[in-house]
């Protein structure tokens, strides 16, 4: 199925890793029971059936309060480093995306590599370290930029340090509070990658004007309007594979292989999608897949009657949603989205929404849930990216050898304290503490020089220990943030 681009340099993705939050809330428990009269449900077990299945997570991560985007990526970026086995000194460029910076000015990658220096007692001054913003593809034009740089051999050192981090808050009692969470992935890009090479000259970008989502100044939660946002997101998707479908025809050409009319299905075997939250990436599938399909009917005719049913319901957009709603209940389908998207939606059920983090979160939890992660090897994935505003971005690369180059740790993690694990369950009344603190996202007024009691102290692990508050002759740190490393 997935012929092999041919192409003289091969770069992508050597190592990926994970790192959330130790504290989470358990959106079925307490949450639940206190919120359903507060928001209005009918009963508890209605509104944990709409998380549950409307949304599809069941536990959302939360920062402490010396945690913050900068702390979880120079976190994930340890982990990445060990996990590789690599001297950090070999890292060329630390490149960070990320819609909830801690700085307006300073990118956070200067905050991890400053980070990264005091961890391991080496210096890093000649590496770049930017950030990218543009929403939850933030990342992924970080991840652009990284491996383009290699492609141009541009690069100093034989790695580059790609992070995507995140902390998703919205107000309480608001209908986004349940699609919360907080992480960091970190990835190390090299040439001939252990685990994942990209393909090149294939990426289908498109990009429109929009405000499906945005945060305005000054904001500390964004402000979306939720039912246009889906659909400005699968329009974009939409319009974005099919510029991808495209290119890979006319790569394939160059490269001697005819791939005209091939269905995306045909050229992917996994499909990572931005998952804001875990339905969402169904919603996604249901809508390039289902296009897929639809354009190839003789060869799926379980979609006739699908399709005249569709018909019924009157304006193109209302026809469009009723073929989908349709095809999500068909076997086929069911089928297809079960083996191609379910592996890479495991984590985002039990961390919520890490936004920049969401699509390559789901990489991890192909490799991660795999049984036989060998058997993954030669495989293509296909990446479904998305920022809102609003820009979607589909490329794709193969698996090379993930039995070697990932090692599993997030499951792990995600255990209780109890059970060998390192996660906490929070009361209501502290996540509700630490929701208000001011701290908890990005700034404190300038009168605080210290941050708020943490619910779990630091240890073995990078932390937030004070904001400057000084501004005299001497010395001028007013509002800047302090970060050390806590041993354990």
Not at 30 to 53: D, H, M, N, Y
Not at 158 to 186: C, H, K, N
Request: aromatic share 8%; net charge neutral.
């Amino acid at each position: 199925m997935n012929r092999s681009f041919s192409y003289e340099q091969r770069v992508g993705i050597d190592a990926i890793a994970v790192h959330v939050p130790r504290l989470y809330v358990d959106l079925v428990g307490e949450w639940a029971t206190k919120r359903a009269a507060e928001l209005g449900e009918p009963s508890v077990e209605a509104l944990i059936g709409k998380v549950q299945k409307g949304v599809g997570v069941v536990e959302m991560a939360i920062p402490d309060a010396h945690e913050d985007s900068a702390t979880l990526a120079a976190m994930a970026a340890v982990k990445v480093v060990l996990q590789a086995g690599i001297d950090p000194r070999e890292i060329g460029t630390i490149a960070v995306g990320t819609e909830t910076t801690v700085d307006q000015s300073k990118s956070i990658a200067a905050y991890v590599l400053g980070m990264l220096e005091r961890r391991f007692g080496i210096d890093l001054r000649e590496s770049g370290a930017p950030q990218f913003q543009f929403a939850c593809i933030g990342a992924t034009y970080a991840l652009e930029s990284t491996v383009n740089m290699f492609r141009a051999r541009e690069n100093t050192k034989p790695y580059g340090l790609v992070i995507a981090t995140d902390v998703s808050r919205y107000p309480l009692l608001s209908p986004g509070e349940y699609t919360q969470g907080a992480g960091a992935v970190a990835m190390l890009i090299s040439e001939n990658p252990r685990l994942c090479t990209l393909d090149p000259r294939v990426a289908g970008t498109i990009t429109r004007d929009e405000r499906d989502f945005f945060r305005p100044n000054g904001m500390s939660t964004a402000v979306v309007d939720g039912k246009y946002s889906i659909d400005v997101y699968l329009d974009c998707m939409a319009e974005a594979t099919k510029l991808f479908l495209q290119r890979s025809a006319l790569e394939a050409k160059r490269n001697g292989a005819d791939v005209r009319g091939e269905r995306l299905d045909q050229r992917v075997d996994h499909l990572l999608f931005h998952a804001p939250f875990p339905r969402m990436a169904e919603y996604a599938a249901l809508r390039i897949i289902g296009e897929a399909w639809r354009s190839n009917v003789e060869q799926f005719p379980f979609l006739q009657p699908l399709l005249e049913q569709a018909k019924l319901s009157g304006d193109t957009q209302a026809m469009q949603r009723a073929f989908e709603k349709s095809l999500a209940a068909s076997k086929p389908f069911q089928e297809f989205f079960a083996a191609r998207v379910t592996p890479s939606l495991t984590l985002a059920k039990r961390i919520g929404n890490i936004y920049s983090g969401s699509m390559y979160l789901g990489l991890a939890s192909l490799l991660e849930s795999s049984p036989d992660r060998s058997r993954l090897a030669g495989s293509r994935v296909g990446f479904f990216s998305y920022g809102s505003g609003a820009s979607a971005r589909v490329f794709s690369g193969v698996l090379v050898a993930p039995e070697k180059a990932y090692k599993p740790h997030i499951l792990a993690e995600l255990c209780a304290e109890t059970a060998g694990g390192s996660r906490v369950a929070l009361s209501l009344a502290d996540y509700e503490h630490l929701h208000r603190g001011p701290l908890a996202l990005e700034g404190a007024p300038a009168s605080l020089s210290q941050p708020l009691p943490s619910i779990r102290a630091a240890a073995g692990e990078f932390a937030l220990t004070r904001v400057g508050a000084e501004s005299s002759r001497a010395r001028v740190d007013l509002g800047y943030r302090y970060y050390d490393w806590i041993p354990a």
